[in-house]
């Protein structure tokens, strides 16, 4: 079944959230966790990775999961684009 434009619409982030690829996962997580607040717009269950204007990765709740799983310790010193 496809998705007729208005319902299309509706899924797409308007203002993603955006973070270098050396921001440290723990800063993403806190900047996704901000954006779930009151008075911010919008759900934030991922951040586009991007390095000079030009997108590079997508960091998403999924590599939280993960990393939480195989290494705790680790988000307080990887990156996001590690």
Do not use: W, Y
């Amino acid at each position: 079944m496809a998705l007729i434009p208005s319902e299309l619409k509706s899924v797409i982030i308007q203002a993603p959230l955006v973070v270098a690829p050396d921001t440290r996962v723990i800063d993403a997580i806190a900047q996704m966790s901000q954006a779930n607040l009151p008075g911010h717009p919008g759900a934030r269950s991922c951040c586009v990775v991007v390095d000079q204007a030009q997108v590079v990765g997508l960091f998403t709740e999924r590599e939280v999961v993960r990393l939480s799983d195989q290494q705790p310790t680790a988000m307080n010193r990887c990156t996001v684009g590690q």
